[in-house]
């Protein structure tokens, strides 16, 4: 089935760096969103993402997060600077409409040390 | 905004057993539902989903039913069996925005015995 594509899988930084975190959504879908998953808790929604622009944010997206996708390539998550609670496993989603099937990324485990 | 719960937080059962879990969602606009499973180091797997307007869908093994006047949504297994141990999302759509957002219930993780 269709597939998302996240990398790194595994990202460890130190706390203050910049860390970018990659999403190859299905081709031809048109919205995106980044979750985050704290280890053995919930699925968080953090920011969904289209036509160029953030529809929707969390709370728990914070200034020091933002998105992006230049140019039809990858859809990123930029966190700068990093803080030690933002270790968690970040999922990356996308769908064709904003009322149709989600496909989710295995995630990227990020660790701040 | 909406809320959703998902009981019990465990759940284990011996193979063969039947095992039901359980999600309670607040928004009456709420029409999009699904059951995601994830096994360890893995992402999500989408199990089922079902629409406002469907009230029960089968397949593989489960069984979803949605009960729109109790806002309950259930997944149901039939004869759990050890490939079946994993954490399952239940993950609702409201129209409210209709950004395409998820909300999702803490996860119930089921462990089958063989």
């Known amino acids: 089935g269709p597939k998302v594509l996240q990398i790194p899988s595994h990202q460890i930084i130190d706390m203050g760096q910049m860390v970018t975190l990659n999403c190859d959504p299905v081709?031809?879908?048109?919205?995106f969103y980044w979750y985050k998953q704290i280890l053995g808790q919930q699925m968080e929604f953090l920011v969904n993402?289209?036509?160029?622009?953030?529809?929707?944010k969390s709370k728990l997206f914070k200034d020091q997060f933002s998105v992006e996708r230049p140019d039809g390539s990858y859809f990123t998550l930029k966190i700068q600077p990093t803080a030690l609670e933002d270790s968690a496993v970040y999922f990356c989603a996308s769908s064709s409409g904003g009322n149709t099937e989600v496909f989710f990324g295995k995630g990227t485990r990020l660790t701040v040390v | 905004g909406e809320q959703v719960e998902q009981r019990p937080p465990h759940l284990s059962v011996r193979e063969g057993d039947s095992a039901v879990i359980i999600c309670t969602y607040t928004?009456?606009?709420?029409?999009?539902f699904f059951w995601y499973k994830q096994e360890p180091g893995a992402g999500l797997q989408l199990l089922m989903k079902?629409?406002?307007?469907?009230e029960i869908n089968e397949g593989q093994g489960f069984t979803v039913l949605l009960n729109k006047k109790d806002k309950q949504l259930s997944l149901n297994l039939t004869a759990a069996h050890p490939g079946d141990s994993a954490v399952y999302f239940c993950a609702v759509r409201t129209i409210t925005g209709n950004t395409g957002k998820l909300i999702f219930g803490l996860g119930t993780t089921l462990q089958v015995q063989p």
């Open positions: 079902v629409f406002s307007s469907t």
């Open positions: 081709s031809n879908h048109l919205y």
């Open positions: 928004d009456p606009n709420s029409y999009y």
């Open positions: 993402f289209y036509n160029g622009k953030v529809m929707e």
